[in-house]
């Protein structure tokens, strides 16, 4: 889950970052003075935002991949436990 939220990411970020660059094209005169004036704070701001972005994909993510996860597993528990209706590997494991 976490590799599919860095990936909604990345793409996410790069798709921001692309769309930047064609808006601020009036900037490209600018450009050795704002990376040596203002390179490690955009870079900063980059990296915040890169990580509050990978939090929001990963909450997403949970809240509509993982719905009612634990109601699963405890019907999956009490069904190992019921006895031979299910897998006999899986209620040996589980007895283990």
């Known amino acids: 889950m976490i590799a599919n939220a ?4 990345t793409v996410l970020c ?8 064609q808006v601020c094209t009036f900037l490209i005169p600018y ?5 040596h004036a203002y390179g490690p704070t955009l870079a900063g701001w980059a990296g915040v935002t890169f990580l509050n972005v990978f939090a929001a994909c990963y909450a997403v993510s949970r809240a509509v991949f993982l719905k009612d996860t634990g109601q699963k597993l405890a019907l999956l528990e009490r069904q190992l436990r019921s006895g031979p209706s299910v897998s006999e590997e899986l ?4 007895e283990e």
């Open 31 to 35: 450009r050795a003075v704002l990376l």
């Open 14 to 21: 790069l798709a921001a970052l692309f769309w930047l660059m």
């Open 91 to 94: 209620a040996r494991r589980l």
């Open 6 to 9: 860095l990936l909604a990411t």
